[in-house]
């Protein structure tokens, strides 16, 4: 046997033999579109792991941390290979054990303290056994507005407010990183799918919270619609209620 066909054999039988699984650190961080990390303060995510071909869970759990540095984040230029995260800002870490490299699927439901503004993200990436993804980690886009409506009803009408945040919970304000200008929220009565009356909500002069009136409606269940949109983010946020007026 010649020493190529030798070592020609001997490769073939070590890609035969069974693999060893190798311990990988991976680090899964989910931001909001135009703002910071999803923390604690709304919630965390919810993050899955699995191996795409076969649908096996590999880890599974909740973030934790902080919104992270604005500054960073939002203010300064991002410049290449450039970390963005702090150590103490929001992530899921997990050790995963593959064997070879593994195309793995990730799935991420948040935030999970605001359930009208959750939403789920997937995404799919390579990862070689042994070799870590740290740091900045996977990071996870989220974006939308969380929009937490009141209403209390008046002889004349029905006053409303809104607490609109991003999925960060980063507060919207005049002249702030997120400039109130640059929201346009709403508020449409509906009689099942009959739109019955609408109107803008202007910022109320507290910090993420736009506010306006409906005219009474007469008694009956109402379907309550209010909508946030930042135009030049494309962020959006929606949120249904039913409002019921007694006679």
């Known amino acids: 046997m010649s020493r190529r066909t030798t070592i020609a ?3 073939l039988a070590l890609l035969a033999g069974p693999a060893l699984a190798e311990p990988t650190a991976i680090t899964i961080r989910p931001i909001s579109h135009d703002g910071k990390f999803i923390g604690d303060s709304m919630g965390g995510v919810r993050v899955r792991l699995t191996e795409a ?3 096996r ?6 973030t ?4 992270g540095d ?7 230029p991002r410049q290449r290979q450039t970390p963005i995260h702090t150590p103490d800002a929001s992530a899921f870490r997990a050790v995963v054990d593959i064997e070879r490299p593994t195309l793995v699927r990730v ?3 948040g935030p999970l303290g605001k359930p009208d503004a959750q939403i789920t993200v997937s995404a799919m990436r390579w990862l070689l056994p042994g070799q870590p993804l740290d740091g900045d980690g996977w990071t996870l886009e989220f ?3 969380a929009i937490e409506p009141n209403w209390t009803l008046q002889a004349s009408g ?3 407010s809104a607490k609109v945040t991003l999925m960060c919970g980063c507060p919207i304000e005049p002249g702030g990183h997120w400039d109130a200008a640059q929201y346009r929220v709403q508020a449409a009565l509906y009689d099942r799918d009959t739109l019955l009356q609408a109107t803008d909500l202007a910022y109320a002069g507290k910090t993420s919270t736009f506010a306006g009136q409906l005219r009474r409606p007469p008694p009956g269940a109402y379907r309550l619609l209010l909508t946030a949109h930042n135009a030049t983010t494309g962020n959006v946020g929606v949120s249904v209620r039913t409002v019921a007026i007694a006679p």
Do not use: F, I, Q, Y
Request: aromatic share 0%; charged share 20%; glycine share 12%.
């Open 70 to 76: 604005t500054r960073k984040l939002v203010v300064e």
């Open 57 to 62: 869970e590999l880890a599974a759990g909740t």
């Open 64 to 67: 934790s941390g902080t919104t």
């Open 53 to 55: 071909a076969s649908g």
């Open 143 to 145: 974006p939308g507005l």
């Open 107 to 109: 799935e991420a439901t």
């Open 9 to 11: 054999t001997l490769a």
């Open 158 to 160: 029905l006053d409303l």
